[in-house]
């Protein structure tokens, strides 16, 4: 059952969507450059893990039951936008607020609370159900055995640990730590028109 499974056709997909720029990255960026490696790369695995449970959830056919019951992806949806435009909120107030605040909310945060970020992030994210969904529905045929989807799901969810991490790391890099230092306020504003348009876009598309 396994060489039925289209497992480059997957990863192909997620890769794409991985890779393309979205809250995840955004947050995953704008974290590495203000607070540190250590933060992004605990911003990352949250989301890293918050992709793992859509993966295993599609695969299972919980996002099918959660898409035939309306009012709970509805749920998810509301509740995903209001968090993205709760971040888009703290963004703007960071773009205004003088440097030597911004640096005492820094303290304060921990990597715990980061990654708890990063899981809330893609766990309310309405569009990875559709992704995961429509993923596994694309190349995983009905019928698949449990141990050829435990392997998608790994595949998928080491592709996506990958790609989020390395984005840490690279946006932590003292060359754009520096830059955002120097241009902190543009960084934050393009943060917080960006979660709100993604908070807006979901609110207002129709998710089918």
Do not use: C
């Not at 698949?144 to 998928?156: H, K, P, Y």
């Not at 990958?162 to 543009?186: D, G, K």
Request: net charge positive; aromatic share 12%; hydrophobic share 60%.
């Amino acid at each position: 059952m396994v060489d039925s499974i289209n497992l480059p056709l997957i990863l192909v997909a997620a890769f794409i969507t991985t890779a393309s720029p979205g809250p995840a990255t955004l947050a995953i960026a704008g974290t590495s450059m203000a607070r540190g490696r250590p933060f992004g790369l605990a911003l990352a695995a949250g989301i890293t893990s918050g992709s793992l449970i859509w993966s295993a959830a599609a695969a299972l056919g919980l996002s099918a039951i959660m898409l035939t019951n309306a009012w709970v992806f509805e749920l998810i949806r509301y509740v995903g936008a209001t968090y993205l435009l709760f971040l888009a909120w703290k963004s703007a107030r960071a773009a205004f607020a003088r440097s030597e605040a911004v640096a005492r909310g820094v303290k304060a945060q921990s990597l715990h609370a980061a990654y708890l970020k990063g899981l809330a992030l893609h766990l309310t994210n309405p569009k990875a159900i559709l992704f995961f969904g429509s993923l596994y529905s694309l190349g995983v045929p009905h019928g698949t055995s449990l141990s050829a989807l435990s392997l998608v799901i790994v595949a998928v969810g080491v592709q996506s640990f990958i790609l989020f991490h390395a984005f840490a790391l690279m946006f932590s890099l003292p060359r754009l730590v520096a830059r955002y230092s120097r241009l902190r306020r543009w960084f934050e504003a393009t943060f917080a028109v960006a979660f709100a348009a993604a908070g807006v876009k979901i609110l207002t598309a129709r998710l089918t």
